[in-house]
Protein backbone atom coordinates (compact mmCIF):
# COMPACT_ATOMS: atom_id res chain seq x y z
CA UNK A 1 0.00 0.00 0.00
CA UNK A 2 1.31 3.53 -0.72
CA UNK A 3 -1.29 4.91 1.12
CA UNK A 4 0.98 8.57 1.63
CA UNK A 5 2.67 8.64 -1.93
CA UNK A 6 3.55 12.18 -2.28
CA UNK A 7 2.41 13.57 0.72
CA UNK A 8 3.94 15.68 3.36
CA UNK A 9 4.01 14.20 6.65
CA UNK A 10 5.61 16.10 9.85
CA UNK A 11 5.94 14.15 13.35
CA UNK A 12 6.84 15.91 15.81
CA UNK A 13 9.04 13.36 17.85
CA UNK A 14 9.80 10.95 15.21
CA UNK A 15 13.58 9.88 16.06
CA UNK A 16 12.80 7.16 19.04
CA UNK A 17 9.89 4.27 20.12
CA UNK A 18 6.64 5.40 18.23
CA UNK A 19 6.99 8.22 16.56
CA UNK A 20 10.39 6.33 15.00
CA UNK A 21 7.97 3.36 13.90
CA UNK A 22 5.38 5.40 12.14
CA UNK A 23 8.49 7.31 10.24
CA UNK A 24 9.36 3.98 8.95
CA UNK A 25 6.01 3.60 8.32
CA UNK A 26 4.95 6.50 6.41
CA UNK A 27 8.30 6.87 4.10
CA UNK A 28 7.58 2.97 3.19
CA UNK A 29 4.65 4.35 1.97
CA UNK A 30 5.65 6.47 0.08
CA UNK A 31 5.59 10.29 2.31
CA UNK A 32 7.95 13.13 2.13
CA UNK A 33 8.73 12.95 5.64
CA UNK A 34 9.75 15.75 7.90
CA UNK A 35 10.46 14.74 11.84
CA UNK A 36 11.71 16.57 14.63
CA UNK A 37 13.35 15.74 18.08
CA UNK A 38 16.04 16.85 20.28
CA UNK A 39 18.82 14.08 20.01
CA UNK A 40 21.13 14.84 17.01
CA UNK A 41 22.53 11.51 16.66
CA UNK A 42 19.08 9.75 16.51
CA UNK A 43 17.75 12.03 14.47
CA UNK A 44 20.63 11.99 11.82
CA UNK A 45 20.13 8.02 12.07
CA UNK A 46 16.20 8.33 11.77
CA UNK A 47 17.19 10.85 8.63
CA UNK A 48 19.35 8.23 7.12
CA UNK A 49 16.77 5.18 6.95
CA UNK A 50 13.99 6.94 6.59
CA UNK A 51 14.93 9.72 4.06
CA UNK A 52 13.08 12.47 6.47
CA UNK A 53 13.72 15.98 6.53
CA UNK A 54 15.44 15.70 10.29
CA UNK A 55 15.18 18.58 12.34
CA UNK A 56 16.75 19.40 15.91
CA UNK A 57 13.80 21.20 18.08
CA UNK A 58 13.00 21.34 21.08
CA UNK A 59 8.88 21.23 21.70
CA UNK A 60 8.76 23.00 25.07
CA UNK A 61 10.16 25.97 23.44
CA UNK A 62 7.29 26.90 20.76
CA UNK A 63 9.16 29.35 19.08
CA UNK A 64 11.61 26.35 18.13
CA UNK A 65 8.53 24.66 16.60
CA UNK A 66 7.57 27.52 14.81
CA UNK A 67 10.66 27.46 12.91
CA UNK A 68 10.53 23.68 12.25
CA UNK A 69 7.43 24.25 10.49
CA UNK A 70 9.36 26.75 8.70
CA UNK A 71 11.59 24.66 7.48
CA UNK A 72 9.84 21.65 6.92
CA UNK A 73 7.48 23.70 4.88
CA UNK A 74 10.20 25.17 2.52
CA UNK A 75 11.35 22.21 2.08
CA UNK A 76 8.55 19.65 1.22
CA UNK A 77 5.33 22.07 0.49
CA UNK A 78 2.03 22.42 2.57
CA UNK A 79 1.60 19.26 5.52
CA UNK A 80 -0.90 16.81 4.45
CA UNK A 81 -0.55 14.83 7.75
CA UNK A 82 1.13 16.33 11.07
CA UNK A 83 1.28 13.56 14.12
CA UNK A 84 1.99 15.44 17.15
CA UNK A 85 4.16 12.50 19.36
CA UNK A 86 6.39 14.02 21.34
CA UNK A 87 6.01 13.48 25.22
CA UNK A 88 7.83 12.83 28.24
CA UNK A 89 7.26 10.45 30.98
CA UNK A 90 7.97 11.02 34.77
CA UNK A 91 6.04 9.44 37.82
CA UNK A 92 6.19 11.41 41.52
CA UNK A 93 4.12 10.64 43.90
CA UNK A 94 1.80 13.26 44.57
CA UNK A 95 3.48 14.70 47.57
CA UNK A 96 6.70 15.24 46.08
CA UNK A 97 5.58 16.83 42.72
CA UNK A 98 7.37 20.32 42.64
CA UNK A 99 6.03 23.15 40.58
CA UNK A 100 9.27 22.37 38.34
CA UNK A 101 8.77 18.60 37.56
CA UNK A 102 4.67 19.77 36.79
CA UNK A 103 5.76 22.68 34.36
CA UNK A 104 8.16 20.23 32.46
CA UNK A 105 5.75 17.39 31.80
CA UNK A 106 3.09 20.00 30.56
CA UNK A 107 5.14 22.22 29.13
CA UNK A 108 6.41 18.99 26.30
CA UNK A 109 2.97 17.06 26.41
CA UNK A 110 0.53 19.45 26.97
CA UNK A 111 1.52 23.12 25.98
CA UNK A 112 4.14 22.14 23.90
CA UNK A 113 2.19 19.31 21.79
CA UNK A 114 -0.82 22.47 21.17
CA UNK A 115 2.08 25.36 20.12
CA UNK A 116 3.36 22.84 17.32
CA UNK A 117 0.23 22.25 16.50
CA UNK A 118 -0.98 25.75 16.33
CA UNK A 119 2.17 26.18 14.59
CA UNK A 120 1.30 24.03 11.59
CA UNK A 121 -2.20 24.61 11.19
CA UNK A 122 -1.87 27.65 8.68
CA UNK A 123 0.23 25.36 6.32
CA UNK A 124 -2.28 22.49 6.80
CA UNK A 125 -4.24 21.53 3.24
CA UNK A 126 -7.52 20.50 3.41
CA UNK A 127 -8.54 17.20 3.39
CA UNK A 128 -5.38 16.39 5.52
CA UNK A 129 -5.32 14.99 9.27
CA UNK A 130 -3.82 15.12 12.94
CA UNK A 131 -3.01 12.86 15.06
CA UNK A 132 -1.64 13.17 18.85
CA UNK A 133 -0.10 10.79 20.97
CA UNK A 134 -2.60 10.59 24.24
CA UNK A 135 -2.47 8.05 26.44
CA UNK A 136 -4.16 5.66 28.80
CA UNK A 137 -2.56 7.56 31.62
CA UNK A 138 -5.48 9.73 30.57
CA UNK A 139 -7.95 7.94 31.87
CA UNK A 140 -6.44 5.56 34.01
CA UNK A 141 -5.70 6.56 37.83
CA UNK A 142 -2.29 5.25 38.45
CA UNK A 143 -0.36 6.21 41.29
CA UNK A 144 2.31 8.61 40.86
CA UNK A 145 1.10 9.73 37.49
CA UNK A 146 -1.13 13.15 38.57
CA UNK A 147 1.50 15.14 36.79
CA UNK A 148 1.63 13.21 33.19
CA UNK A 149 -2.39 11.99 33.36
CA UNK A 150 -3.16 15.82 33.53
CA UNK A 151 -1.71 16.65 30.74
CA UNK A 152 -2.41 13.90 28.34
CA UNK A 153 -5.81 14.60 29.70
CA UNK A 154 -5.31 17.68 28.27
CA UNK A 155 -4.46 16.99 25.40
CA UNK A 156 -7.17 14.56 24.83
CA UNK A 157 -9.72 17.55 25.36
CA UNK A 158 -7.62 20.49 23.36
CA UNK A 159 -7.62 17.32 20.19
CA UNK A 160 -11.49 17.46 20.37
CA UNK A 161 -11.36 21.41 20.15
CA UNK A 162 -9.03 21.32 17.23
CA UNK A 163 -11.14 18.54 15.81
CA UNK A 164 -14.68 21.28 15.41
CA UNK A 165 -12.33 23.93 14.80
CA UNK A 166 -10.93 22.68 11.86
CA UNK A 167 -13.72 20.74 10.83
CA UNK A 168 -14.60 23.35 7.70
CA UNK A 169 -11.39 23.06 6.23
CA UNK A 170 -11.95 19.44 6.18
CA UNK A 171 -9.20 18.68 8.12
CA UNK A 172 -9.53 15.20 10.67
CA UNK A 173 -8.05 15.38 14.24
CA UNK A 174 -7.75 12.15 16.45
CA UNK A 175 -6.12 10.78 19.09
CA UNK A 176 -4.00 7.55 19.63
CA UNK A 177 -3.58 6.22 23.20
CA UNK A 178 -0.75 3.79 23.88
CA UNK A 179 -1.01 1.52 26.84
CA UNK A 180 2.69 0.06 27.89
CA UNK A 181 4.78 -0.20 24.92
CA UNK A 182 8.02 -0.90 24.53
CA UNK A 183 10.58 2.00 23.75
CA UNK A 184 12.91 4.11 25.18
CA UNK A 185 10.28 6.28 27.34
CA UNK A 186 10.28 3.31 30.07
CA UNK A 187 14.54 4.09 30.81
CA UNK A 188 13.93 7.32 30.65
CA UNK A 189 12.26 8.35 34.04
CA UNK A 190 14.91 9.90 36.31
CA UNK A 191 15.93 8.23 39.81
CA UNK A 192 14.60 4.80 38.15
CA UNK A 193 17.66 1.59 38.51
CA UNK A 194 17.02 -1.21 36.00
CA UNK A 195 15.78 -3.60 38.62
CA UNK A 196 12.87 -0.53 39.15
CA UNK A 197 12.03 -0.55 34.92
CA UNK A 198 12.02 -4.38 34.90
CA UNK A 199 9.88 -3.91 38.47
CA UNK A 200 7.52 -1.53 36.16
CA UNK A 201 7.59 -4.13 33.37
CA UNK A 202 5.95 -7.28 35.13
CA UNK A 203 3.58 -4.44 36.84
CA UNK A 204 2.24 -3.77 33.39
CA UNK A 205 2.59 -7.39 31.82
CA UNK A 206 -0.05 -8.17 34.69
CA UNK A 207 -1.70 -4.98 34.42
CA UNK A 208 -2.72 -5.35 30.54
CA UNK A 209 -5.17 -8.48 29.81
CA UNK A 210 -3.27 -9.19 27.12
CA UNK A 211 -0.67 -10.65 29.23
CA UNK A 212 2.10 -8.02 27.13
CA UNK A 213 3.32 -5.04 26.61
CA UNK A 214 2.74 -3.52 23.17
CA UNK A 215 5.17 -2.81 20.29
CA UNK A 216 5.88 0.72 19.03
CA UNK A 217 4.45 -0.42 15.43
CA UNK A 218 1.57 -1.80 16.72
CA UNK A 219 0.84 1.68 17.72
CA UNK A 220 1.92 3.36 14.58
CA UNK A 221 -0.23 1.22 12.57
CA UNK A 222 -2.96 2.64 14.41
CA UNK A 223 -1.44 6.05 13.61
CA UNK A 224 -1.07 5.64 9.86
CA UNK A 225 -4.07 4.03 9.70
CA UNK A 226 -6.24 7.83 10.78
CA UNK A 227 -3.83 9.34 9.24
CA UNK A 228 -4.92 7.96 6.17
CA UNK A 229 -7.79 8.29 3.75
CA UNK A 230 -8.82 5.03 5.30
CA UNK A 231 -10.04 6.79 8.43
CA UNK A 232 -12.16 9.52 5.91
CA UNK A 233 -15.02 9.31 8.19
CA UNK A 234 -13.58 9.41 11.92
CA UNK A 235 -12.80 12.36 13.66
CA UNK A 236 -12.57 13.36 16.99
CA UNK A 237 -11.69 10.20 18.32
CA UNK A 238 -9.24 8.30 21.21
CA UNK A 239 -8.29 5.23 19.99
CA UNK A 240 -6.82 3.00 22.70
CA UNK A 241 -3.60 0.60 21.38
CA UNK A 242 -3.20 -0.93 25.09
CA UNK A 243 -3.79 -4.90 25.04
CA UNK A 244 -7.18 -4.21 26.24
CA UNK A 245 -6.73 -2.56 29.77
CA UNK A 246 -9.06 0.14 29.03
CA UNK A 247 -11.56 -1.69 27.38
CA UNK A 248 -12.05 -4.95 29.20
N1 LIG B 1 5.85 3.97 25.80
C1 LIG B 1 4.70 3.97 26.45
O1 LIG B 1 4.42 3.04 27.24
C2 LIG B 1 3.70 5.07 26.23
C3 LIG B 1 2.41 4.91 26.77
C4 LIG B 1 1.48 5.91 26.58
C5 LIG B 1 1.81 7.04 25.87
N2 LIG B 1 3.08 7.20 25.36
C6 LIG B 1 3.36 8.42 24.62
O2 LIG B 1 3.90 8.08 23.37
C7 LIG B 1 4.68 9.18 22.86
C8 LIG B 1 6.00 8.65 22.33
O3 LIG B 1 6.73 8.09 23.40
P1 LIG B 1 7.64 6.80 23.25
O4 LIG B 1 7.11 5.79 24.18
O5 LIG B 1 7.87 6.46 21.85
O6 LIG B 1 8.98 7.35 23.96
P2 LIG B 1 10.41 7.80 23.41
O7 LIG B 1 11.04 6.68 22.68
O8 LIG B 1 11.10 8.35 24.61
O9 LIG B 1 10.07 8.95 22.38
C9 LIG B 1 9.69 10.25 22.78
C10 LIG B 1 9.80 11.17 21.58
O10 LIG B 1 9.47 12.50 21.99
C11 LIG B 1 10.57 13.36 21.69
N3 LIG B 1 10.66 14.41 22.69
C12 LIG B 1 10.60 14.31 24.04
N4 LIG B 1 10.76 15.51 24.61
C13 LIG B 1 10.94 16.39 23.59
C14 LIG B 1 11.14 17.79 23.51
N5 LIG B 1 11.25 18.55 24.64
N6 LIG B 1 11.27 18.36 22.31
C15 LIG B 1 11.17 17.62 21.18
N7 LIG B 1 11.00 16.30 21.17
C16 LIG B 1 10.87 15.69 22.38
C17 LIG B 1 11.78 12.47 21.73
O11 LIG B 1 12.88 13.06 21.07
P3 LIG B 1 14.36 12.91 21.74
O12 LIG B 1 14.58 11.43 21.88
O13 LIG B 1 15.28 13.56 20.78
O14 LIG B 1 14.26 13.60 23.07
C18 LIG B 1 11.23 11.24 21.03
O15 LIG B 1 11.19 11.43 19.64
C19 LIG B 1 4.81 10.16 24.02
O16 LIG B 1 3.89 11.21 23.84
C20 LIG B 1 4.40 9.34 25.23
O17 LIG B 1 3.87 10.12 26.28
C21 LIG B 1 4.01 6.22 25.53
Redesign the pocket.
Known amino acids: MQRFQDRHVLI?????????SAARGFAAEGARLTI????PE??AAAAEETGALALC????APEQSRDAVAAAVARHGPIDVLFV?????GFSPIAEVTEAFWDDVHG??LR?AFFAAQAALPHMRARGAIVF?????SVAAIPGNAA?AAA?AGLRAVARIFAVELMPRSIRVNVV??????????R?NPGMTDADVEAMRAQMRAATPMGRIGE?EE?ARAVLFLASDEASFITGIDLYVDGGCIEL
Open positions: FGGNSGIGLTGRSTLADIANAGVGVNGTGSIGYKSPGPTETPLFRPV
